[in-house]
């Protein structure tokens, strides 16, 4: 079991970047596929980049593609998702989530994950 805490979320506008950060605690977190999710008011919660757990396969929704990268550092019990162009429609809050299994693929299903950050958020202005 892991607890997640996301922090770097804020105001920013059309754009620009900024950069979200994971810190997870748990001895297994170096086996857990590790995702980034998001919602935004009156929206579900959705997808949006996936990274295996030793970071040789990535996912991410076609919204965020070529835009956003997920990375992680097991030795420092980290996941980054750097955020460049940012959209006025990225505004949501950015969740962290962790999936126990050890994929070879990483999966874009919410209910996959079992353990889920409080939430960071991040508005982008026009």
């Known amino acids: 079991q892991v607890q997640l805490v996301e922090s770097g979320g804020g105001l920013v506008q059309a754009g620009d970047s900024l950069r979200l950060s994971c810190a997870a605690s748990?001895?297994?977190?170096?086996?857990?596929?590790m995702g980034w999710f998001r919602q935004a008011p009156g929206k579900e919660r959705e997808f949006v980049a996936a990274?295996?757990?030793?970071?040789?396969?990535?996912a991410y929704a076609d919204s965020v593609k070529g835009r956003f990268t997920i990375s992680r550092d097991n030795a420092k019990n980290t996941v980054i998702l750097q955020m460049n162009s940012l959209k006025p429609e990225d505004t949501a809050v950015y969740y962290c989530?962790?999936?126990?299994?050890?994929?070879?693929?990483?999966?874009?299903?919410?209910?996959?994950?079992?353990?889920w950050g409080q939430g960071t958020q991040v508005t982008v202005s026009s």
């Open positions: 748990g001895r297994t977190f170096g086996t857990y596929t």
């Open positions: 990274i295996t757990w030793n970071g040789g396969s990535t």
């Open positions: 989530a962790a999936d126990r299994g050890s994929r070879s693929v990483p999966t874009a299903i919410r209910s996959r994950y079992d353990y």
